[in-house]
C-alpha cells in the first residue's frame, strides 16, 4: 500500500512537471499582450498630446469654475471702492440668501467692474471663502468730455473723487472713446523717454494724438508745446530733449516746437 501511495505521487508530480512549460508559455503570451496594449496606449497619449492636454484642461477647468464656495467670503487686498463694488456684485449673486457660491459666478462678477484685474478665490481653513483681489494699476489719464484712468492694457474705468494721479494726460482728440484705448504708441513713447533718462518721461504733463499721426507733448514745466511725428519716435525725442535742455539754459520758451521735419525744427513764438 505505501509503494502504490509512493508511486501515485511520484505520477502527479511528474504530471505538473509536464505542465510546466505550458503555464509559462501562457504567461509569456499574457505578458506580451500587456506591453503591446501598454505600449499602444502611450503612442496614443505621445501622438496626441494636444488633445489629452485640451481634454485634461477642459475638465480641471470646468471643475473649478463650478466648484461651490461657502457663502460666508472675505474681500481682501484692495481699496474700500473696488470692495464696495465687488460686495454688491456678490450680494445680488446671493439675493439676500446663505447659498453656497458657484466659483464660475463669482469670477464672471469680478470681470465686468473695470477696477478689477482679476480674482483669486480659495477657501480657508475654516472654511470660508478668501477672495483676493488684484487692482488695475493706472498709467495715464485720457479724457473724452470726462477724465478716466487707464491701465497697461488700455482698459479705462472711473478716478476716485479727491484723488490726486501724477500721470500724464492723454487726448486722443476724439469723443466717445471705447472701453479699451490702444495705447501702442504711447507705450513706445514711454518706454523710449525712460531709457534717455529715468526723469524724462516724469516731465510729460500731456500728450495729445492727432487723427494726422502727430504727437504733440507738453511738459509741466513750461508751456511750450512739442510736435514730433509718431514714426522714428525714438530719434525724434532726443532731438526734443536736446532742445529742450538748451532752451532752459537760454531762458526761451516759444509757444511751438514742431519736429515732424527730419531736418530741422519750425520754432514758433506766436
Known amino acids: 500500500m505505501t509503494k502504490r501511495i509512493g508511486a501515485n505521487r511520484k505520477k502527479a508530480m511528474a504530471a505538473q512537471r509536464s505542465q510546466r512549460p505550458r503555464r509559462a508559455k501562457k504567461f509569456a503570451i499574457a505578458a506580451g499582450m500587456g506591453l503591446l496594449i501598454a505600449a499602444a496606449g502611450f503612442a496614443v497619449y505621445a501622438y496626441s498630446p494636444t488633445v489629452y492636454s485640451h481634454v485634461a484642461e477642459t475638465v480641471k477647468s470646468t471643475f473649478k469654475s463650478n466648484k461651490e464656495l461657502h457663502a460666508e467670503f472675505q474681500i481682501v487686498n484692495c481699496g474700500k471702492n473696488a470692495q464696495a463694488l465687488l460686495q454688491a456684485a456678490i450680494d445680488s449673486l446671493l439675493n439676500g440668501d446663505s447659498l453656497p457660491l458657484c466659483r464660475g459666478a463669482v469670477l464672471r462678477a469680478g470681470a465686468q467692474i473695470p477696477e478689477i484685474e482679476k480674482l483669486n478665490i480659495k477657501k480657508t481653513r475654516d472654511k470660508k471663502t478668501l477672495i483676493r483681489v488684484t487692482e488695475r494699476t493706472p498709467v495715464a489719464l485720457v479724457q473724452d468730455g470726462s477724465i478716466w484712468l487707464v491701465d497697461r492694457n488700455g482698459v479705462r474705468f472711473k478716478v476716485l473723487p479727491g484723488q490726486y494721479y501724477d500721470l500724464p494726460l492723454l487726448n486722443f482728440g476724439c469723443a466717445g472713446l471705447r472701453d479699451t484705448v490702444e495705447l501702442e504708441t504711447f507705450n513706445t513713447l514711454k518706454r523710449t523717454a525712460r531709457n534717455l533718462c529715468g526723469a524724462f518721461f516724469r516731465q510729460i504733463s500731456q500728450i495729445d494724438f492727432s487723427d494726422s499721426g502727430s504727437v504733440n507733448l507738453v511738459f509741466k514745466s513750461g508751456r511750450t508745446e512739442y510736435i514730433i511725428a509718431s514714426k522714428d519716435i525714438e530719434d ?14 537760454e531762458d526761451t520758451e516759444p509757444n511751438r516746437v514742431d519736429f515732424r521735419y527730419r531736418s530741422l525744427a519750425v520754432v514758433s513764438t506766436l
Open 236 to 249: 525724434r525725442l532726443i532731438h526734443v530733449k536736446k532742445l529742450k535742455e538748451r532752451l532752459r539754459k
